[in-house]
């Protein structure tokens, strides 16, 4: 399994060059970009495919690998929006993860499907954002890139089998889920769900998380939370995944850099490499 580390790991405004020099100091093997909002450093929705194959070659020349995309921008429009016009709006940003990811070479994208609230009912968001994805699959088919369905909290697809179910419903091999360990914690044991979506996992973000405290503060740096890690290495083993373990954690206050470094020792530890 591969090193990995997201945009979100370094501090707001870090320039690219910085952030890849340090990722590559720090061991990592690659780097998934954030799809910004406008004025943010690298690629947001304005980002050309000539930037972003500008952006692709800074990186290799780092000697790393941009394999994954990710994006915060569908909170603000998510797919499952009551408002056609917000739903347009999350589609375009699917679109440009997918543009992007071709230019850069990355093979997947990562997307929130919709959300749960007081405004959209359970049943509501499954059946528009699943309509909204069979939109945007013959887009990824075009550009051979990947739609990976992240768990998140977002009060929805709350079990391994419906998730299974759900990315299973569109019989396409660009669709399928970008699964994140941490977020499982709170309502499920991450082994488990590994072991039921199988070769559905195109990815895998890492964080660690306490449940006992009940709230996003939980979130706590790799190692020091209540992910088995050793069985999730075993899981991820027995389903033959041998690509990015993504960390997506929060920054130190003081020297945030320094997050970047631990961190990816921390990975070596959880892919079996040991504690240095």
Request: aromatic share 8%; charged share 25%.
């Amino acid at each position: 399994m591969l090193k990995g580390v997201n945009q979100w790991c370094f501090p707001t405004g870090t320039p690219l060059e910085q952030l890849f020099a340090v990722s590559r100091d720090a061991g990592y093997d690659a780097v998934e970009l954030n799809v910004n909002p406008e004025g943010e450093v690298g690629l947001t929705m304005e980002t050309t495919a000539s930037e972003a194959e500008a952006i692709a070659k800074l990186a290799r020349d780092n000697g790393l690998q941009l394999r994954s995309i990710s994006t915060s921008l569908l909170w603000r429009s998510p797919l499952s929006a009551d408002d056609p016009a917000v739903r347009e709006q999350g589609r375009r940003v699917v679109i440009k993860q997918l543009e992007l990811a071709e230019a850069i070479g990355a093979d997947t994208v990562l997307v929130v499907p919709g959300a749960v609230n007081e405004q959209t009912s359970y049943d509501v968001c499954y059946e528009r954002s699943r309509g909204e994805l069979e939109l945007l699959v013959k887009e990824a088919e075009k550009r051979n890139v990947r739609i990976g369905v992240e768990n998140v909290w977002n009060k929805f697809l709350l079990s391994p089998l419906e998730m299974r179910d759900y990315v299973d419903y569109f019989r396409s091999k660009h669709v399928g889920v970008y699964f994140d360990a941490g977020n499982i914690l709170a309502y499920g044991f991450p082994q488990q769900w590994i072991r039921i979506l199988g070769e559905r996992i195109f990815k895998v973000h890492v964080k660690d998380f306490r449940p006992s405290v009940g709230t996003g503060h939980g979130f706590v740096p790799l190692l020091s939370g209540d992910v088995n890690w050793t069985a999730v290495r075993e899981a991820l083993q027995e389903i033959g995944y041998s690509d990015t373990l993504t960390a997506e954690v929060g920054i130190y206050n003081e020297t945030p850099l320094q997050t970047v470094y631990d961190t990816a020792r921390h990975i070596g530890v959880i892919i079996g490499e040991g504690a240095r």
